[in-house]
């Protein structure tokens, strides 16, 4: 089944603590992405990735790293989480950036930075 | 930069009602438009898209038309069942995907 995997689903954590959300997905897509999605607010990217080892910020990338060591992963890294990353984040990929691709999503971690 | 803009919510209907749900965008080329749906619990996933002015896109009965004069993509659906309760999301793809703030629909039996 084509799929892109979060994990975890939940997760609560300390100010400081730093976490590592991963991604994969098994479509052999070469563009993927991490959201994140605050009420109100819509979904925001954070980065994004045309494809190994290339990577980019989106709108709201601080306060996150991410790495492309390998094609279907794309984990998200919060070294020093802060409450104001409280949120629902979602990982998407696509097969490419064209407009007219369409992006599959993850089915979200929740994140609670305390 | 580009954006998109759609209603606010809550919207609540009762079963059998239509819905229609207003989205209009500003964008400086020329975007793919797209609704997402997101199931309670779930990520998003695709509902329909229109890749140039005049398409409509459709898929379980919900249908919208990428209308450029108007600057809009008006998601509709004649007959709503309680399982479309959702948050429904409008977005515009130009290289870079930028969404609609979501608008919740919540169908009564």
């Known amino acids: 089944e084509a799929q892109v995997t979060q994990n975890p689903r939940y997760l609560i954590t300390v100010t400081g603590k730093k976490l590592t959300v991963t991604c994969s997905q098994n479509?052999?897509?070469?563009?993927m992405s991490w959201y994140r999605q605050d009420p109100g607010l819509g979904l925001r990217q954070i980065y994004y990735?045309?494809?190994?080892?290339?990577?980019d910020k989106g709108d709201v990338p601080e306060g996150y790293k991410v790495s492309r060591k390998e094609k279907r992963n794309f984990p998200l890294i919060l070294e020093s989480p802060s409450p104001n990353q409280t949120s629902l984040y979602f990982c998407?990929?696509?097969?490419?950036?064209?407009?007219?691709?369409?992006?599959?999503f993850g089915p979200g971690t929740r994140l609670t930075v305390l | 930069g580009n954006s998109v803009t759609q209603m606010e919510g809550p919207v609540t209907l009762s079963e059998e009602a239509f819905l229609t749900i207003n989205c209009t965008y500003t964008?400086?080329?020329?975007?793919?438009l797209f609704w997402y749906v997101q199931y309670p619990g779930e990520g998003l996933q695709l509902l329909l898209k229109?890749?140039?002015?005049?398409d409509k896109g459709s898929n379980k009965g919900f249908e919208a038309t990428y209308r450029k004069e108007t600057t809009s993509f008006h998601l509709e659906k004649g007959s709503v069942q309680v399982s479309d309760s959702a948050v429904y999301f409008c977005?515009?793809?130009?290289?870079?995907?930028?969404f609609g703030a979501g608008t919740t629909v919540t169908v009564r039996a």
């Open positions: 998407a990929s696509s097969s490419g950036r064209a407009p007219g691709n369409e992006q599959f």
């Open positions: 479509m052999n897509h070469e563009y």
């Open positions: 990735s045309m494809n190994v080892e290339v990577t």
């Open positions: 964008a400086t080329g020329y975007p793919s």
């Open positions: 229109a890749t140039k002015a005049d």
């Open positions: 977005a515009l793809n130009d290289y870079k995907l930028s």
